[in-house]
Each structure stands twice: as C-alpha cells, then as structure tokens.
C-alpha cells in the first residue's frame, strides 16, 4: 500500500447495508404480518361485478355528466390593459 493513499474504511459500507437489510425487514412485517388481509375482493366474491351496478342496486339514478362548451365565456371585469412596446421609435 502506498503512503500517500489514505486508508479506506468499510463503516459506512456496513452502515447502509444494515439500514437497507432492515428496511427490507421492515417493509415486509408491515405489508406480510399476521395482522394484514387482503382488501380486495376477487370478482366471485363480491356482490357487484361495477360500480355502476353497485349504484343501481343501491337505488341511485345514473346520469352522464353535461358536455363542456366549446367556447369558454366571456371573463367577467375589465379588459387587460395593452402591454408596454418594447420598440420606441
């Protein structure tokens, strides 16, 4: 080994290493542990196959949404004042 090259230490090697080994560890206790169930029910299962026939059976009236208008309305208020010509002649 040279003189003039400085010696190299594997702290903070072995330091990521362990917050990484334990965060995998974590992340799988949280979303795998013994307190987790699955919140998705698989289609035959569930009573509704679409939220739309989950309203209907609820009894609520579905109806599309209004078209938007091509053209947007005039603005309400005063006109926007002319900007400054950079050009002077």
């Known amino acids: 080994m040279d003189k003039n090259q400085p010696k190299r230490s594997r702290v903070p ?7 990484a080994i334990f965060g995998m560890l974590a992340m799988l206790v949280v ?3 013994p307190w987790s169930r699955a919140h998705a029910q698989a289609a035959d299962v569930a009573n509704y196959h679409t939220t739309g026939a989950a309203a209907r059976a609820a009894g ?7 078209p938007k208008p091509e053209l947007e309305p005039v603005a309400p ?8 010509s950079p050009i002077t002649r």
């Open 31 to 33: 979303d795998h542990g």
């Open 77 to 84: 208020g005063p006109k926007p004042a002319q900007p400054a």
């Open 13 to 19: 090697v072995m330091v990521a290493l362990a917050v």
């Open 60 to 66: 609520v009236q579905i109806a599309p949404t209004d």
